[in-house]
């Protein structure tokens, strides 16, 4: 299984950003991929998670600002960063595991500590 972020760049607040998760080696149909990112000097905490179903979840802080959508056919996963924030700025980490349900979004995003795959992080930077 591999996974690798892109997109990541510096950006103005109030700018936009599409970050990209290539995945590999896995079924789509059996996995939940999310968006996870660490602050200099801050725990890695969650963003956004989507299962295999679509189901969604969102931390409260980029709530109507990111969208995470997936492509199977593409074994893409994307991150659609609006409105961006000084505070957004961080290395961004996709990040995989079995689903585990109906819930598994809701499970990954506060619960990603175990998650099996990880790939390699992309920097946003959003100036202020």
């Known amino acids: 299984v591999q996974l690798q972020a892109s997109g990541g760049g510096l950006v103005q607040a109030g700018g936009s950003l599409r970050l990209s998760c290539a995945a590999s080696?896995?079924?789509?149909?059996?996995?939940?991929i999310g968006w996870f990112r660490q602050a200099p000097g801050k725990e890695r905490e969650g963003v956004s998670c989507?299962?295999?179903?679509?189901?969604?979840s969102y931390t409260d802080s980029v709530k109507g600002r990111f969208t995470i959508s997936s492509d199977n056919a593409k074994n893409m996963v994307y991150l659609q960063m609006n409105n961006l924030k000084p505070e957004d700025t961080a290395v961004y980490y996709c990040?995989?595991?079995?689903?585990?349900?109906?819930?598994?979004?809701?499970?990954?995003?506060?619960?990603?500590?175990?998650?099996?795959?990880w790939g390699k992080g992309t920097q946003v930077t959003v100036s202020s």
């Open positions: 080696g896995f079924s789509w149909d059996d996995y939940t």
């Open positions: 990040a995989a595991d079995r689903d585990l349900g109906v819930n598994s979004a809701h499970y990954y995003l506060h619960f990603w500590r175990g998650m099996d795959y």
């Open positions: 989507i299962n295999s179903d679509g189901s969604t």
